[in-house]
């Protein structure tokens, strides 16, 4: 069709939805309109047809990435609407396009609920409406076909490999008829001399024979161009391919069906790890960090995994609360992406259990903002959990949000307080859902909620930990600010000591209790652990051990740091502290005087000197690019030289270190908890309360409890002139000695109400 013939045609306009049925519109895919020009791609036709979602029509349902860009564009690529009046033109997005002439070329369907052309996306009405029907209508289709886009050489090469593995059963065994014994089999797997049961034994050989044969041939790229289609992080597809009772991938004319597409997620974990347990030397970082990445692509993929198997195999569906939290905390990973950020909460109500309270008070309206929508869901999701406040993080993406609304669509990790996303390490507040008393006020948005001022803030630390720029494989603490925030700790628990000594008794130590410092540096987090699972006395002699390691690695980089300064050539004299005698001023009239009774002798002496200057002035340049070569080598050698997973006591024990406590799992314990606090900084109360809080606390500030939740807060307190005290919420805090209710029992302390804006 020609382009004069397409602009000639009117305009498509969508015919109204009634809102008070259950009706839906199907695509019919037409044979496209052929191209005048030889060669080229005809223009895709379609006919729409109103349904109603209860009527038993067979469709399937097509999910895809719309592909839109940083920027939100005006769709741009022309197809035609057949109707009863006559043919009209639509414009779709290119992604679509592609989509729909692949979709028309394979014959695979001729219904579709296409989500672009079944609503009419600039009807915000009918759009709110239509998104209330999503779960019915993927939930009743035959099929989701998931088109992850164009195919490549690499995509080819994968899908191909996935059909030939897939053929001979093995995977689709251990993942479906034997999935019991899945662990065992694996621990078989990679290590084949555990004794093991007949029937383990048998998928153990058949796994070890796969892995054999098809490891090599694996393709990595083929794996990563796959895994990186935008499909995988979009948050709308999570319910598309999750309901329906039957999932197809197709990328160009590859399709694979949903177990198989699975299994290659699964061999790579199990060839992978074989892999990786049979390195005996030195890898390359870029090797190591390939491999790691890889695994890391997964994610989108195990999350659509996991909701099926919650709503298809257990029937055990999450609420509200959780699913928002689940789909919109990233933490250090790649956050979900959407068009609209309406859609972080929309987008999830179909994956909400039946009979969830929460969901039945979301208002679904596209016409209002991001910000009165976002302060709505937040009153919501309070009434389950006051720990909703703990993702109020920094800085925010949305403008305008009251201090207590969560910006979801920001990066949000799991608060520091918390072992898992669903797993409080505290219980500050003794969560209780009927001890949670709170009010949310609109115009302007207000939460007033019960608790406890405990104190204020006296002192703020400066000191943060910092993970590390370049680390080697995965994310690694810096252990220089590991050894500046330790120091810090120790003078924060010396000026509680001494506050509470002044308070309390005549005592004249003020030596911090050892108990405290290891609390201090990671919120308790890693006490816990340790205490809990070696007995006080042994965990914390454990946990004594490994930030004496983490100390001295630091403090001798440290030293290193400053080493490396001292031979720069500028610094180079001051750190010898020798002054060259060429340099030594003689007094004015001795120079005079030699000068006029010998001047053989004062250009004698002006000859040494210089001879001395040039000498020493070589040495020195050599001296510091010694120094500067040697440190860029050592630095070079760190970020691309190759490296050892299994480094040797030897190695460990030249550094200083005890090997017996660096090469243990509970090392990573430690760092990883530490780098939970990142952005926390130090405090001290008036009365001597020491904790951590959010790097914006001040000076002033309020250190607060509220009834339900398990961790204190940091709350500022604003000039209002409404008559009442409103607070600005900054974040969670840790509090030494009243993070289990403590506080309940102090009787000098009252309840009250406050205002959060």
């Not at 414009?91 to 014959?107: F, G, N, T």
């Not at 309406?342 to 309206?365: E, K």
């Not at 550094?655 to 017996?660: A, E, F, K, R, T």
Request: neutral net charge; glycine residues 6%; contains cysteine.
């Amino acid at each position: 069709m020609s382009l004069f013939e397409f602009k000639s045609l009117k305009p498509f306009n969508y015919p109204p939805l009634s809102p008070l049925k259950r009706i839906f519109r199907l695509v019919q895919l037409l044979p496209p309109k052929p191209s005048i020009i030889p060669g080229a791609n005809g223009t895709i036709r379609i006919r729409l047809i109103e349904a109603d979602v209860d009527s038993g029509i067979h469709y399937d349902a097509l999910s895809y990435a719309w592909s839109l860009g940083p920027r939100y564009q005006e769709p741009s690529r022309q197809i035609i609407v057949e109707t009863e009046q006559g043919s009209y033109k639509l414009y779709i997005y290119p992604a679509l396009e592609i989509a729909l002439r692949y979709l028309v070329s394979s014959q695979m369907t001729e219904y579709l609920f296409i989500d672009q052309l079944s609503i009419n996306q600039k009807d915000r009405d009918e759009k709110s409406h239509q998104v209330l029907l999503m779960r019915d209508i993927y939930t009743k289709c035959a099929r989701t076909i998931v088109w992850l886009g164009a195919p490549t050489q690499q995509s080819d090469q994968y899908f191909d490999l996935l059909h030939e593995m897939s053929q001979e059963g093995i995977l689709g065994r251990v993942m479906g008829p034997h999935v019991g014994q899945f662990m065992h089999v694996f621990d078989a797997v990679m290590d084949p001399s555990l004794q093991v049961s007949e029937e383990v034994r048998e998928d153990r050989d058949d796994l070890l024979n796969l892995v054999q044969r098809y490891g090599e041939r694996f393709p990595l790229d083929g794996f990563a161009d796959i895994f990186d289609r935008i499909w995988f992080n979009r948050l709308w597809v999570i319910q598309e391919a999750c309901l329906a009772p039957l999932v197809v991938f197709l990328c160009g004319k590859k399709h694979l069906c949903f177990d198989c597409f699975r299994s290659g997620a699964l061999f790579y974990n199990i060839y992978n790890t074989y892999w990786v347990r049979r390195i005996t030397g030195a890898m390359p970082r870029r090797v190591l960090r390939q491999r790691d990445a890889l695994l890391n692509k997964t994610d989108g993929f195990i999350r659509i995994f996991q909701e099926r198997k919650a709503i298809h195999q257990s029937g055990i569906r999450l609420g509200l609360h959780d699913l928002v939290l689940k789909y919109n905390v990233n933490d250090k990973k790649k956050k979900i992406g959407v068009t609209l950020e309406q859609d972080r909460i929309f987008g999830l109500l179909g994956l909400a259990a039946n009979n969830d309270a929460l969901m039945a008070q979301v208002r679904v309206d596209y016409k209002s903002g991001i910000t009165q929508m976002y302060s709505e869901i937040a009153g919501v999701l309070l009434q389950e959990s006051i720990d909703v406040l703990l993702f109020n993080q920094y800085p925010k993406k949305t403008e305008d949000l009251p201090s207590w609304v969560p910006d979801w669509a920001m990066n949000l990790a799991v608060p520091a307080t918390y072992s898992s996303l669903k797993q409080a390490t505290f219980a500050a507040g003794r969560s209780t859902a009927h001890e949670a008393l709170i009010t949310v006020k609109e115009s302007p948005a207000q939460l007033h909620i019960k608790g406890i001022a405990v104190d204020e803030i006296v002192e703020v630390g400066i000191q943060l930990y910092r993970a590390q720029l370049r680390p080697q494989v995965a994310e690694q603490v810096d252990y220089r600010s590991a050894k500046t925030f330790f120091d810090e700790v120790t003078e924060f628990a010396k000026g509680a000591a001494i506050t509470t000594r002044d308070q309390n008794s005549t005592d004249s130590e003020n030596t911090p209790e050892p108990r405290l410092l290891m609390r201090l540096c990671d919120s308790s987090l890693s006490y816990r652990h340790f205490t809990q699972t070696l007995g006080p006395t042994r965990g914390l002699e454990r946990l004594q051990a490994l930030h004496g390691n983490i100390y001295t690695l630091g403090e001798r980089l440290i030293r290193s740091d400053e080493f490396i300064a001292s031979y720069h050539i500028t610094r180079i004299y001051q750190t010898l502290g020798i002054v060259p005698w060429y340099l030594g001023m003689m007094p004015e009239m001795d120079s005079l005087q030699i000068c006029a009774l010998d001047p053989l002798i004062t250009g004698k002496i002006a000859y040494e000197a210089a001879k001395d200057f040039i000498t020493d002035a070589a040495g020195l340049l050599m001296a510091s690019a010694r120094v500067w070569f040697a440190s860029k080598y050592i630095m070079y050698r760190y970020h691309f030289g190759k490296l050892n997973i299994r480094p040797s006591h030897e190695s460990i024990e030249k550094m200083g270190l005890d090997p017996n406590v660096s090469l243990g799992p509970d090392t990573n314990v430690l760092t990883t908890n530490m780098l939970k606090n990142l952005r926390k900084r130090l405090y001290r109360t008036r009365t001597g309360y020491v904790g951590l809080g959010p790097a914006e606390m001040e000076t002033g500030n309020s250190l607060v409890i509220f009834h339900g939740g398990t961790t204190p807060h940091i709350l500022k307190k604003l000039d209002s002139q409404r008559g009442v005290d409103e607070y600005q919420y900054l974040g969670e805090a840790y509090c030494d000695g009243l993070m289990d209710g403590e506080v309940f029992e102090d009787d000098t302390k009252s309840e009250r109400m406050f205002v959060l804006v």
